[in-house]
């Protein structure tokens, strides 16, 4: 990777034929190779295939192979390729610290000599929010009655899906029902509410068992998007490319006082109440045949706005995470990729995964 010594200079260098792309394929075994295949196939020149982890075996959590992903982009860099970043919002930030590139005061703190100071580098971190409104029926749903969900090799509702039949759940999500919300000092639909005969509490161990274990279970999930949390980071924890980074979301602010936290915790309330009033509407109009149903997530108790607040804080949860190298023009400090995913700073670098949105 070539870099311009901590200069000032933004230099950033396109291939010398932007048509043609080179792809250094990381597996993880027969999975790599795999992806290989599909890449030539699509007249992509794959250029190499490290196939094999460090001593085997996943180097942490995130079974993020860094160590093969530096190795790789060094060999890039000697053969003077352009080398493309994907290693997503929680993994791009630390592969460009541990390289130097990143906010200097952090870098130094670390013990890693900084190369480019880039302060965006693992800030910025953005998700929306979501939890669920869950209620226990006293008979099952027909729906899935009896699907086994890959629980037994004898699975009716895939045979019916393998036979053609559109009407099986197994065609679908799973979802059968979603509205657009805009809630209360919103300028436009920023809540998606959308719900599913499943018990779904959140992704905590062992959530795909529990979800279709009783059939008498209706989850109403409340998605909240254009969330206004900016706060969150990914920092490094370690100099060792195998250790998991620090993540810190910062949900609703850490429970500082902030105007914009507040906002989304206001939204996530309301699109609970939606989700609480489409319930009661199905209740009065007789819709499950007299079974009204018992309010088990939140407790139908939890009424008030103090408590729902706490609970909102404890359960919610987020699964698309983005935004820890922001694209911005190079007057922008908080800034680390231009319009065309080039590094700020770098030659022949560029992040191309969900980190770049700004």
């Not at 390729?81 to 590139?101: E, H």
């Not at 989850?219 to 100099?239: C, E, P």
């Amino acid at each position: 990777m070539d870099s311009p010594g901590g200069s000032s200079r933004r230099s950033n260098k396109r291939p010398d034929n932007p048509t043609e792309v080179e792809i250094v394929v990381i597996g993880l075994g027969p999975g790599g190779e795999a992806a290989a295949g599909t890449l030539a196939e699509a007249g992509v020149n794959v250029v190499g295939i490290e196939a094999s982890l460090v001593g085997g075996e996943c180097p942490y959590w995130g079974c993020i192979p860094s160590k093969m992903m530096i190795r790789a982009g060094n060999a890039l860099a000697e053969a003077g390729r352009v080398q493309g970043l994907a290693g997503g919002a929680f993994n791009s930030p630390p592969l460009l610290m541990l390289s130097g590139i990143g906010p200097a005061n952090h870098l130094s703190e670390t013990g890693v000599q900084p190369v480019v100071d880039l302060p965006g580098v693992g800030s910025n971190l953005q998700d929306r929010y979501e939890v669920s409104v869950v209620t226990r029926h006293e008979d099952n749903f027909t729906l899935a009655a009896d699907c086994t969900f890959g629980q037994t090799d004898d699975d009716p509702c895939e045979d019916r899906w393998r036979e053609g039949d559109r009407l099986t759940p197994y065609t679908s999500n799973g979802v059968v029902a979603g509205l657009k919300h805009r809630s209360a000092g919103s300028d436009r639909p920023d809540l998606f509410v959308f719900g599913s005969p499943a018990r779904f509490e959140g992704y905590q161990p062992g959530f795909e068992s529990l979800a279709v274990e009783q059939r008498n279970y209706f989850t109403w999930a409340i998605l909240k998007g254009y969330s206004r949390n900016r706060t969150g980071t990914v920092r490094l924890g370690s100099t060792d490319p195998t250790e998991p980074p620090d993540i810190n979301f910062r949900y609703f602010n850490d429970g500082e006082v902030d105007e914009g936290a507040q906002a989304d915790l206001d939204a996530i309330r309301e699109g609970v109440q939606v989700a609480r009033t489409i319930n009661g509407q199905a209740d009065r109009a007789d819709l499950l045949d007299g079974d009204l149903g018992q309010e088990t997530f939140p407790r139908a108790e939890q009424q008030d706005p103090a408590t729902l607040d706490t609970f909102i804080k404890k359960e919610a949860w987020g699964h698309h995470t983005s935004c820890t190298n922001p694209m911005g023009p190079a007057g922008d400090p908080t800034a680390v990729v231009d319009a065309n995913f080039r590094v700020h700073g770098v030659d022949r670098l560029r992040i191309v995964d969900a980190s770049v949105f700004p």
